[in-house]
C-alpha cells in the first residue's frame, strides 16, 4: 500500500515538474542590455562595507532598506536581532576601520577628519593627539610602542606617549639650499680682503666677535632635524625605522613631456561643458625616482644607487630599432621599505617602469647598500597572482623568525 502510495506520489511529482518545464520553456527569460544596465534596486538592497566594531560587540555596515538617497550606517548584535540605524552623534564617535594595532592588538591609532587618535580596545577609551587646522595622516606606533609617529606637511612628527610631547623628526624643503659662503671667490677678492683685515683693526675685531657670537648661538641652539631640500620634486613614502634612527623616503620627479588627455564633461553645474584630465597616454616619458636615506644620529642624507642591479642597463627587446643610450640605466620604482618584526632586517622591492624587470633586495640603512635577493625578468610584462598589477608589491614579507623574506612571483 505504501510502495502504491508512493509511486502516484512520484508520478504526480513528475506531471507537476513536466508541466513547470513546459510553462518556462514558452516564456524564456531574455537578458537584454536594457535589463543588464537598469537600476539594481530591483533585486533589493543589499548592505555593503561590512565590518565589526574593535570590541566585537557590534557589527556595522552601510545599508539603504528605505531607499532613500544614499546609504546610512547601521549596526547589528552577533547575536541576531533587528538592525539599528547609527545615529550622527554615534557615529561621530565611532573609531575609523583603518589605522595601526600595537603588537598586543590592545591599542589602535587611527586618522580621523585630519587628527590623529588612539584607542585603547580594553576599556574603549580614545585619546586624541592632535587638534589642529592641519591635516595629519599614517599614524603608526613606533618600534618600541612607547610613541606613535605620523605625517604633517609632508614631515613626520612623534609624539611621546609618557611625556604628551611632539618632536618633529624631519624638515623636508622646497627649493635649493641658499648658499651663505661670502668668502672670495678669485685671488684677486682673497687679496682684498686679507690687505683690508691687516690695515684696518676694527674690521678683524668685528670679525672676531662675530665669529663667537654664532659659536655661543651654536652651542644654545637645540637639536633640530637636518633641513632636506628636494627642489622640484615630490617627496613620497616617508617611513621612520623601528628603531628611530633612520627615515627613507622617495624623490618623485614628473616627466616633462607628459601630456594628459582630455574628457569633455557635457553635463555640469555652470550649464558648460568642462574638460576633465584623464590619464597619460600609453607610452608618454616616465618620471623618475629616487630612494633617499636620512640618518638621524648622522645628521646625513644618502640616496641608494642601482647601478649593481643585474640588468639595469639591459634595455628591452623592442627598443632595439630604437637609437638610445645602452649605457643609461633605466628607471625604476620602489616599494617598502618591509621592516620584519625585530625591525634589525630591511629589504625592498625595485620594478622598472617598463615593467620587465622586478628586484627584491636587501637594505643596508647605513651605507645604502644593496643586497639582491632575487632577479625576475619577463620580456611581456612583470605581473600575475601576489604581484600588484601597477607599481607595487602584495604578498611579500618576512617569516616570524625574521630570518627569512617570503615573496610571490611569476616563477
Known amino acids: 500500500m505504501e510502495s502504491t502510495m508512493l509511486k502516484k506520489s512520484l508520478i504526480v511529482l513528475c506531471i507537476v515538474l ?57 549596526k547589528v548584535s552577533p547575536n541576531g536581532g533587528k538592525p539599528k540605524k547609527v545615529s550622527p552623534k554615534e557615529r561621530q564617535l565611532l573609531p575609523s576601520r583603518y589605522g595601526d594595532y600595537s603588537k598586543n592588538w590592545m591599542k589602535k591609532v587611527y586618522a580621523k577628519n585630519g587628527d590623529i587618535f588612539m584607542q585603547n580596545i580594553k576599556n574603549g577609551n580614545t585619546t586624541q593627539i592632535t587638534n ?21 606637511g609632508g614631515n613626520i612628527y612623534r ?3 609618557a611625556a604628551g610631547s611632539i618632536t618633529q623628526i624631519t624638515d623636508f624643503r622646497e627649493g635649493k639650499e641658499k648658499s651663505e659662503d661670502k668668502e672670495p671667490k678669485t685671488e684677486h677678492e682673497k687679496w682684498l680682503k686679507q690687505e683690508e683685515l691687516k690695515l684696518i683693526g676694527i674690521l678683524e675685531e668685528r670679525k672676531t666677535k662675530r665669529e663667537r657670537r654664532e659659536e655661543m648661538e651654536d652651542a644654545e641652539e637645540p637639536k633640530r632635524p637636518l633641513e632636506i631640500f628636494f627642489g622640484s620634486k615630490v617627496v613620497q613614502n616617508v617611513q621612520l625605522s623601528p628603531d628611530g634612527n633612520y627615515v627613507t623616503f622617495q624623490l618623485h620627479k614628473a616627466a616633462k613631456d607628459a601630456k594628459r588627455t582630455i574628457v569633455p564633461s557635457y553635463v555640469a553645474e555652470t550649464g558648460f561643458t568642462e574638460d576633465l584630465n584623464a590619464r597619460d597616454k600609453v607610452g608618454r616619458p616616465n618620471g623618475t625616482y629616487e630612494l633617499g636615506i636620512y640618518n638621524i644620529l648622522a645628521d646625513t ?23 638610445s643610450d645602452k649605457s643609461e640605466k633605466r628607471e625604476v620604482f620602489f616599494s ?37 635577493l632575487d632577479h625576475q625578468h619577463d620580456d ?18 618576512w617569516t616570524p623568525d625574521n630570518k627569512k623574506f617570503w615573496f610571490q612571483s611569476e616563477a
Open 18 to 74: 513536466m508541466g513547470a518545464t513546459k510553462l518556462f520553456g514558452e516564456k524564456p527569460y531574455e537578458l537584454t542590455v536594457a535589463k543588464i544596465m537598469q537600476d539594481p534596486k530591483w533585486i533589493g538592497i543589499s548592505p555593503s562595507n561590512v565590518h565589526w566594531s574593535e570590541d566585537g560587540k557590534w557589527i556595522y555596515f552601510n545599508w539603504n532598506p528605505d531607499g532613500a538617497i544614499s546609504d546610512s550606517l547601521y
Open 336 to 372: 617598502g621599505p618591509f621592516w620584519s618584526d625585530n625591525g634589525k632586517q630591511c629589504a625592498t622591492v625595485l620594478q622598472s617602469l617598463d615593467n620587465k624587470d622586478r628586484w627584491i633586495v636587501a637594505l643596508d640603512l647605513t651605507s645604502a647598500n644593496l643586497k639582491l
Open 380 to 397: 611581456a610584462w612583470i605581473g600575475g597572482p601576489g604581484i600588484r598589477r601597477w607599481r607595487g608589491a602584495t604578498s611579500i614579507g
Open 159 to 161: 609624539w611621546a606617549m
Open 301 to 323: 642624507v644618502m640616496y641608494v644607487a642601482i647601478d649593481s642591479l643585474p640588468g639595469i642597463f639591459d634595455h628591452p627587446q623592442f627598443t632595439e630599432d630604437i637609437k
Open 132 to 152: 589642529t587646522v592641519d591635516r595629519e595622516s599614517n599614524p603608526k606606533f613606533s618600534g618600541d610602542e612607547k610613541s606613535v609617529t605620523f605625517i604633517s
